[in-house]
């Protein structure tokens, strides 16, 4: 079991170091940022006086050297743009980030796993293709599109709820259901399959034979062995499809999260901003999915005891 | 929850003082610092006037200048190139400190004789005339400027030159007795001035919040708090107004103007601000040497219809680069600028343009309407045989020598030509420094009569010269004056004042209030 | 069992047979998918046809006009006209046209790369196959969408990055597919019989591997194809992907945004197509995915 964790985390650290040091040399072949720092309409010699001035003039490697320096004294170097530390600028867009993903993830477990079991359940009529026909619809709707048809309906025509930020628990909604709105789908269709593998499984079999109600069958043996797989899935797709959508969804509500500084960061080259905010993704990432990983090894007997 | 966001601002207002009036503006851009030297940015001058005072002030419900004290209470030249100013006693920043010649001292010549590069490369364009400020005593200073200056005020009452506290500044990193380039990166983000309202938080990019600053010198801010938030959605920003989360926000674009009016809750605001949209044209790029294509270029973009289209007529479409504001200098007798697409077919044809490719490149969202009126730029083109395409990038590429034609703004950084032409097109200027504009000592010479004879009939000649060669070989079109809205609660009085720069947010006392219907 | 497989494969009944047997064995969402699928893909493909206009053609006098049936409608212009006049009709064509063509560029570039590499994975194991599996773990902690946000911030949005970009998505799936089905079958005793006889890895590759890996290939290859229609519409409405004046159907959505509360029918044509399309691929991928079990079942 040690060995496992410990070889996971190595895995995740030589994964992230990897991923800065490709995002770092990218941003340098896209052109010189000092472009987008100086603003339009500024003379040769002011130019190169600021291309000094921030650091840009030195070779490539010098820069690459500086900026792995600068994890060392936790600052992540300055901001282009805001000119101070990148990692109060990041610190400050977590929390939202991280509001929004458990909201948004919360609604689709409340949601999609009782939907998916009463799917499985309801396998052979109308019931279940009905929802699986919606969770099809769901997953074909963008989220973009079902978040600007909210505001246009709850917020623009009937004023019933807020657009901007994060400010009070009315702002959740709409941001929360457009998180939600895929992930629901995808999690309802995996829950079902899930549950049909093992509804057919021959203890279901015997726990029926042992007389215990369908409810008890269904919701203990059946769903806490499904759910193994369910975590396995919330942990890969859903942190994915969760990633992704929080930049939308905080693009088009103005949330202050990680996704809209990554995207403003991205537009306005913002180099410092940029490469630790994927950094902070990746490492969100990669660390939910190392701790699943470790649950499932901890599930999983062949794992645990180290024989695998 | 309908509305009840913005019923709570307002009534407060309704219910008398015993209660905070506070504001709520939806902004489509909220600035990364706020540094007054060392910004000239559109989202920038938003901020600086609420906080910030210069010496020579303005009465901004005028179109033109008219100077009044701000800082400095009197001012006299005392020889041709010196100017005495006696500055206001009592007058305390935010943080407690009075202010002295001092700071003024500090303020102007953290620009005069900047060492730290952002304000090196604001001063080169605007105050390179001026040499150095120096104290006489507590409360009077003295400015030398290097020749004579015909637009002291006018450079006196820059938002460049708006003055910060030293001690304050010096000490905020480092050695508290020198100014360290650290120290002005700090201030940017903890500013500190004379104006009626402290800022008293800054989320840069995201959130600004003045509060009235009981200290100040003038007549007291007429709110006690406003909250400006990062909006930057236009859709967002209407159904914010709507919903109640804002009070007031910025940039509705003309297309979207219907949406306020039809509400009863609601109105708009608005002006032709003072800017121009401009194309400008690589006067260097291989395919665009001859003058002639780039005349034609120019000559088939039908401005008018633009404004019709895009602007429902709002906007202004100039017979030359000239404003209104620019006073006794505004020439709108100069046709420097017009719309004859058989002139441009005749002129193409002389020239042998052979349908090469003109690309035209584009901000994606920057400019209102930037993109729309790029496409449709094109296809005027397009109506007199030019082989144009539009190109969408993010990058300013206007200092690259492949760029042929593309969008910016020419924005009125001060009231007289210099501060809006002069700024973009002096010779050794940001356009022919980035290469895709040629002065020549005939230019420059010109140039000189313009910016320095104290004759204004002599500017104005020199400027008519100016335009002439704009015109004879375009390296610039200016398309229009945008119609720039602000949309608000029916109970806010507020319209952008005549007398200031574009986008100045002024809250100051007279400048807003509160209808009581 | 999997000689059966090539067996099956290679015994080809009429393509018309074929098509009737599909149709018969589907359910009514599934008929119902078939056809959007169907129109979707005759629509798209003579775009350039039933397009009723140029969709670059603008008119600046007749701005942001209503559909059929509306006030202000203008003659012609069935579903209104957009920001500078242009037909949201011709324009939603031609989209759909572009949106499609990007989905099946990107998703063949990325079954070709990824099977290329689990292919050469697979047989080559070792170090060779410790990289390319360890590219696979690292591409599957790393958000899809961020990279090509990232991407298309550095290198600009153009069609063609959008078609590498496009092409990238997946890989690691199909890789992973190819891989898996090369190691399986690595261990059978044809194959070894076939390497004793002296048949090279890319005989082994073409002749054994490829055939058995096209079932659960097609599946992946339906589905992601959904889902890069649904990349490319997100990166098109924030303005990261392919530019105006051309229209993909996430980036008339994107720009149509703006004038939601005023213009809708800019939004709702393309909007509906790109959820019929999504919505016709996922039922179909969905389908597929279950015959293609319960074929394995069956083993």
Known sequence: MLRHITRTLFK???????????????????????????????????????????????????????????????????????????????????????????????????????????????????????????????????NFVLAIFMVLVFAFTLNWLPVVGNSTPWHFIMPTITLAGALIAALTRFTRNAMLDVLSQDFMRTARAKGLSEAVVILKHGFSNASITILSVLGLQIAGLAAAGNVVVEAIFAWPGIGDLLVNAAILRDFPVLQFAVLAVAFAVIIVNGLIDIAYAYADPRIRLGRA | MTRFLATTAIATVLAGSAFAVELTVGAANVTGFIDPGRDHSNVGSQFYYNSFDTLVEKNYDKLQGEFRPGLATEWTLVEPTVMELKLRQGVTFHNGEAMTADDVVFSLNRMYQATFPPYQVR?????????????????TVRIH?????????????????????????????????????????????????TGPYAITQLVPGETLVWER????????????????????????????????????????????????ESDPALKA??????????????????VLKDPRIRQAMSLAVDRDTLNEALWLGKAIVPASHTMEEFGELYMPELKTFEYNPEKAKQLLQEAGYKGEEIVYTSFPTYYTNGLLAAQAIVEMWKEVGINGKVNVVDKWNGGDADMMARN????????????????????????????RFNTDAAYAEAWERFRFSKDVEARKAAYAELMERISQDPPVLPLYRPFESWAMNKNVNWAPKPGHIPYVLDFRAGSISFASN | MAEAAIATAASRPGLLADARRIWNDANGVQRAAICIAVLLLIVAAFAPFIAPHEPTAQSLIARLRPPFGFERYREGYLLGTDELGRDVLSRSLHGLQLTLILAALGATIGLVLGGALGLVSGIAGGLVDDIIMGAVDAQIAIPFTLIALLTLAIFGSSIEVMVLVLGLYGWEQYARIVRGEVRRLMAMPFIEAARAAGASGGRIAFRHVLPNAVSPLVVQ??????????????????????????ATLGSMVGIGRDYLPTAPWIVVAPAVMIL??????????????????????GR
Do not use: C
Request: charged letters at 20%; hydrophobic letters at 45%; glycine letters at 8%.
């Open chain 2, 213 to 260: 600053f009981d200290g100040f010198w003038g007549e007291k801010a007429p709110l006690d708090k406003v909250t400006v938030k990062h909006m930057p959605e236009t859709a967002s920003r209407i159904t914010a107004l709507k919903t109640g989360e804002a009070d007031l926000v910025t940039n509705i674009a003309p297309d979207q103007l219907s949406l306020i």
């Open chain 1, 12 to 142: 995740m650290v030589v994964t992230l170091f990897v991923i800065v040091t490709l995002v770092f040399f990218a941003t340098r072949l896209s052109g010189d940022p000092i472009d987008y720092v100086v603003g339009q309409g500024i003379t040769q010699e002011d130019r190169d006086l600021l291309t000094r001035y921030y650091g840009l003039d030195a070779s490539i490697w010098e820069q690459y050297v500086r900026f792995l320096g600068s994890f060392i004294d936790g600052q992540f170097g300055l901001s282009f743009v805001e000119r101070r530390p990148v990692a109060e600028i990041v610190a400050e867009r977590i929390w939202p980030s991280l509001q929004l993903l458990l909201s948004g993830v919360s609604l689709t477990i409340l949601v999609a796993v009782p939907l998916g079991i009463l799917a499985a359940i309801h396998r052979s009529n109308w019931i279940g293709s009905t929802v699986m026909t919606i969770a099809f619809v769901g997953y074909a709707v963008p």
């Open chain 2, 123 to 139: 001063a080169r364009d605007r105050l390179a005339n001026f040499d150095k400020a120096e104290k006489i005593d507590d409360y």
């Open chain 3, 276 to 297: 019929f399309v999504t919505f016709a691929v996922q039922i179909l991928g969905d389908w597929l995915r279950d015959r293609a079990d319960v074929r394995l079942r």
């Open chain 2, 145 to 193: 400027a290097k020749r004579e200056e015909p637009l002291w005020e006018t450079l006196l009452n820059l938002q460049q030159v708006m003055i910060i506290p030293e001690d304050y500044t010096k000490g905020l990193t480092g050695d508290p007795k020198v100014a360290e380039n650290d120290d002005f990166e700090a201030f940017s983000l903890k500013p500190v001035g």
């Open chain 2, 408 to 435: 910016w703004s020419n924005p009125m950084y001060f009231a007289d030509p210099f501060g809006s032409f002069g700024v973009m097109w002096a010779p050794k200027g940001p356009s022919e420094s980035e290469g």
């Open chain 2, 269 to 286: 605001a608005g002006s032709a601000t003072a800017l121009f949209h401009v194309m400008i044209m690589n006067a260097n790029h291989p």
């Open chain 3, 221 to 246: 290859f339906t589905l992601s194809i959904s889902n890069i229609v649904l990349l490319e519409s997100t990166l098109s409405f924030l303005g990261m992907g392919v530019q105006p004046p051309t």
